[in-house]
């Protein structure tokens, strides 16, 4: 599955500011996923170097036996119930061709609104039978037609000239209250470049790493505010409240609003014994209701 470039800073891609139009995107400040369906109707995740396999469990990062690693399971689960196979399958003469990049919204430095904040935000789309990335406007039309929200775009068509990278504040986020990881400005030919907020490595210094023991770890992040809010969601859904179901909600959710603790690079976590005191707690806040 095709692996995506890596993105220079805006200083190190001065090309790109030469001529033509910029399309500004916001930069979406989490964990980077990509897939593509197969012939099957299966669909294939990867991160930005491996891709995960459903048949074997990849261990303690997995969170659960499907291959999924935990912190990306909230995203991986919207992807398979929002996309749309029979529309790509409609589309293009081979599916497995097509390969979708975008973002699993994780907190990492910023806090989103996580009650309204897509679980996915796709960024880019490659097309293997012509052997290059999709132009924006194609980009964002394709993730719509296909069920999935594109990330958010701040400004289109902006003259390459009359722009200024260095000069040209980084927006408001469209998923938080306060500015943006920063932004990502592309043209149609395939360029790039990032702009991150000038605080930005600031905010991701005062990450705490989780280095409690299980069981302390399992007191402190499933609350039985977490708990009500999973059941909520699930009565919304009209989907049974069982214990196995709202548990494994209740993991992604803290593994997507909690990754800058639990997946911190100092952390030291034992995942398989806080999905064990997980377990438990869950099941004492889902008796006590």
């Known amino acids: 599955m095709k692996q995506y470039p890596a993105v220079p800073r805006a200083a190190d891609a001065p090309d790109l500011f030469e001529s033509g139009h910029l399309w500004l995107q916001e930069r979406i400040d ?32 997995s969170g659960g036996s499907d291959g999924i690693p935990l912190g990306y399971r909230h995203a991986v689960r919207h992807v398979r ?19 979708f990049f975008g973002e699993a919204t994780v907190r990492d430095a910023i806090d989103y609104d996580w009650s309204r904040t897509p679980a996915f935000l ?10 290059r990335f999709l132009p924006p406007d194609s980009v964002e039309q394709i993730f719509e037609r296909l069920g999935l929200r594109p990330v958010n775009t701040v400004q289109k068509e902006v003259r390459a000239v009359d722009f200024d990278p260095e000069s040209d504040a980084v927006p408001d986020s469209a998923w938080h209250d306060g500015p943006a990881a920063g932004v990502v400005v592309r043209n149609k030919t395939g360029g790039r470049a990032e702009i991150s907020h000038p605080a930005y490595d600031e905010w991701r210094e005062e990450s705490d ?6 069981d302390e770890l399992a007191a402190q992040l499933v609350t039985r505010r977490r708990v009500e809010r999973v059941v909520a969601d699930l009565d919304a859904e009209a989907r049974s409240a069982a214990f196995e179901t709202v548990f494994e909600r209740l993991l992604e959710s803290v593994a997507r609003e909690e990754h800058h603790r639990l997946f911190h690079d100092r952390a030291s976590v034992d995942l398989r014994a806080f999905r064990s005191a997980a377990a438990e707690r869950t099941q004492e806040l889902l008796n006590d209701r």
């Open 30 to 61: 989490g964990a980077h996923l990509r897939f593509r369906m197969r012939e099957s109707g299966v669909l294939q995740f990867g991160d930005r170097e491996r891709t995960f396999d459903r048949r074997r469990s990849s261990g303690a990062q």
């Open 122 to 131: 796709g960024f880019d789309v490659w097309d293997a039978d012509r052997e």
């Open 209 to 214: 790493p989780a280095t409690a023991p299980a």
């Open 81 to 99: 119930e929002s996309f749309d196979r029979e529309a790509l399958r409609n589309t293009v003469a081979d599916p497995s061709s097509v390969v």
